[in-house]
Nanobody, 116 residues
Framework: VQLVESGGGSVQAGGSLRLSCAAS????????MGWFRQAPGKEREGVAA???????SYADSVKGRFTVSQDSAKNSLYLQMNSLKPEDTAVYYC????????????WGQGTQVTVS
């Protein structure tokens, strides 16, 4: 099983980034997919999730700015991040769980997002 993130980088406050996660080695459509992030010195936190039926959920801190989507045909997950703030700086992880809110079964390696 592999979850490979891409699209991280450095951006100025107010800018945008789009993260991608390519999944392989398991039945993608059977899982709830999500994004987590971990800032230096802080615990990892959930950012957004999308279920197999397309329903989405977001952390309050990113509502209205971030959009999670997926392309099941490509086994791919995306996170469009707009109006980025310095407090969004973190390593962002792609994750797969049997159901949304459940224990994560698979993690990606993470991609750094830095907002200055």
């Amino acid at each position: 099983v592999q979850l490979v993130e891409s699209g991280g980088g450095s951006v100025q406050a107010g800018g945008s980034l789009r993260l991608s996660c390519a999944a392989s080695g398991y039945t993608y459509s059977s899982y709830c997919m999500g994004w987590f992030r971990q800032a230096p010195g802080k615990e990892r936190e959930g950012v957004a999730a999308i279920d197999s039926d397309g329903s989405t959920s977001y952390a309050d801190s990113v509502k209205g700015r971030f959009t999670v989507s997926q392309d099941s045909a490509k086994n791919s997950l995306y996170l469009q991040m707009n109006s980025l703030k310095p407090e969004d700086t973190a390593v962002y992880y792609c994750a797969a769980a049997y159901y949304c809110g459940g224990q994560v079964r698979y993690w990606g390696q993470g991609t750094q997002v830095t907002v200055s």
